[in-house]
């Protein structure tokens, strides 16, 4: 007969239960976790205490309560002292930033990427970058990781970049070289561009109380981030949401993948681009140059902003026919492409998605922005200490 959990199993899971509350909904009385949580006052008391022992938490009275009596104490999570490292390799930057406990930006750089460069290459600025941090940080400071988005199929359990073809990588040791440049210090952890940008959203935005979402990053490539039940869905070696690489048009262009008519030979910004007669361009600039023609009049523009709108809107239809989102959420150049052509977008989605999946759908462009990509890179360091927060 198996044994139930433990009182030290009950404790440890309750110690992160209340500390994941304080991450993601920031300062919170003891009577508002009492109620949350459903636990009683004296257990979310002797929690609370030991997680201020820990360096994770403090407790102070309100600012301002308004009512008479004793006012709950507020829990605040320690933003300033505990904090992860988050880095972003994208199509044309390297970003890092340090990110305090609770979500909260302390610190952010960011440089061009030239193309060609190797994994190695890219790591280097972004070392510098850290090691900047690190001088700044506070003496009595924890870092609890490292997380890092990379705009490609990265392998979950090494960190290595399988296919990166916006980027021009193709079996990239990333993890390996970011330990190498960094050291041991906290744990690493990689992740797909648009899947952290989707853990972020569905955290910290535009899709906050929603369990069922699609967030969907366009640039030169095309990818998703899922999360079904609450739950990120990156398949068995994390290569899931690769949506850019479903097959829309068999007799397409030739995609960068080495197959023909992948979705975003018909979406990205090459395509746009093209189709609005401006090959020689490139770069979120350009799409927005072409969006903002479209809507002063321009004929070829709108052309090619209905055109690309209506393959949108088809892959959406798919997208929600197998899903069943609540939400989807286009971000980078997509969110451009959706503000010009929401109502082709709709129309196709409407057209193709059955009633039943579709008639609930919210479209939504990113609460976060370009900040997505480091929220969600560090929400992956952060993960491990929210699972156990006394782990050392």
């Known amino acids: ?49 030991e997680l201020i022992g820990a360096g994770l938490v403090s407790e102070a009275a309100p600012r301002e309560t308004g009512r008479a009596g004793r006012p709950s104490l507020v829990v605040r ?4 002292r505990v904090y992860a490292y988050a880095l972003s390799i994208e199509v044309d930057r390297l970003r ?26 890219a790591v280097r600025p972004l070392s510098h970058f850290v090691a900047t941090m690190r001088s700044g940080a506070p003496d009595d400071g924890r870092c609890v990781g490292t997380g ?6 990265v392998r979950r359990e090494d960190g290595m970049v399988r296919l990166a073809p916006t980027i021009g990588w193709v079996e990239e040791p990333v993890g390996a070289a970011v330990r190498s440049e960094l050291g041991e210090f906290g744990k690493l952890t990689v992740g797909n561009h648009a899947d952290v940008c989707a853990l972020a959203e569905h955290a910290r935005g535009a899709a906050v109380g929603s369990d069922n979402v699609l967030y969907l ?8 981030g899922i999360v079904a039940g ?4 990156t398949g068995h070696g994390g290569y899931g949401g690769e949506v850019g690489h479903m097959v829309v048009n068999p007799y397409g262009r030739p995609c960068s993948c080495g197959s023909r008519g992948c979705w975003e030979t018909e979406i ?34 709108q052309h090619a902003l209905r055109q690309v709108g209506d393959w949108v809107g088809f892959g959406v239809g798919n997208l929600v026919n197998i899903f ?59 993960d491990h200490l929210l699972d156990d927060p006394l782990v050392s």
């Open 217 to 224: 990053y366009g640039d030169v490539g095309v990818g998703a």
């Open 230 to 233: 609450g739950r990120r869905v």
């Open 96 to 121: 890092a930033a340090r990110i305090g406990l609770g979500g909260r930006i302390l610190e952010q750089y960011e440089t061009e990427r030239p193309p060609g460069m190797t994994a190695p290459e």
């Open 1 to 49: 007969m198996r044994a139930g959990p433990s009182q030290e199993d009950v404790r440890r899971h309750n110690l992160g239960t209340l500390l994941r509350y304080v991450h993601m909904h920031g300062a919170t009385s003891r009577a508002e976790l009492t109620t949350r949580l459903g636990l009683n006052r004296s257990t979310i008391g002797a929690l609370t205490a």
């Open 77 to 80: 999570p320690e933003s300033g």
């Open 268 to 301: 990205g910004e090459h395509a746009l681009l093209r189709l609005a007669g401006r090959d020689d361009r490139s770069g979120r600039d350009a799409v927005l140059a072409v969006v903002d023609a479209a809507m002063r009049g321009d004929s070829q523009a």
């Open 148 to 153: 890092l988005a990379v705009a490609g199929m």
């Open 324 to 382: 069943n989102p609540e939400v989807v959420i286009f971000g980078g150049t997509l969110r451009d492409v959706y503000l010009g052509a929401a109502a082709q977008i709709r129309s196709r989605l409407n057209a193709v998605g059955l009633p039943a999946c579709r008639e609930h759908v919210r479209l939504r462009t990113p609460e976060l922005g370009t900040d997505a990509a480091l929220i969600g890179a560090a929400e992956l360091a952060f």
